[in-house]
């Protein structure tokens, strides 16, 4: 399937999920995460949730961090040219939603890319092989790209992984792992 069709299914699934839905399998996510190898690092970067998209409540992931005193690095969006702007998460933080929604920081004290060693990455969908589809505007490969080659790049999601994702192009950077309510896949 291509990746416009493979957006619309995924859109849909997700609207045909109710809040406490969403609410079970965004807890079941992060327990998962748990499980992964991953928590000696110091700099993980999340997205907040847009609601109105019915992504994964990543309230669970940043409480977790906030109890092992983790660094918790959060973006804004620039759509001029689909840029991201890093910053660190702390109590004095004021966030603003966006004319699309997304929960952003209005300013706060600047992270680079390169500092990031953990990315938890929001998706519609993924393959068997790391693939992954995101609404298409390439902020995540734009920003992932200046990431270290080895910081660990997690994809979360609802859904199971498809075969193939047709058309993956050579700038698309694929996922160290995709995180479900039910499994975790390695790539």
Known sequence: MNKALLRQKYKTLRQELSHSQIDDYSLAIANQLLTLD????????VFLTIEEQKEINTD?????????????????????????????????????????????????????????????????????????????????????????????KIGLSFFAAENAIFKASIDDVRLDYCVTPSEVFQF
């Open 60 to 152: 669970y992931i940043l409480n977790i961090l906030a109890g092992k005193d983790k660094n918790i690095i959060i973006s804004k969006s620039h759509f001029e040219d689909y840029s991201m702007s890093h910053f660190l998460l702390t109590d004095n933080t004021k966030l603003k939603k966006s004319k699309y929604n997304v929960p952003e920081p209005v300013d706060g004290i600047a992270i680079q890319p390169s500092q990031l060693e953990v990315v938890f990455i929001p998706l519609l969908a993924y393959d068997k092989t790391g693939n992954r589809i995101g609404y298409g505007k390439g902020f995540y490969d734009r920003f992932l790209i200046q990431c270290k080659p080895e910081t660990v």
């Open 38 to 45: 991953i928590w000696d690092k110091s700099f993980y970067h």
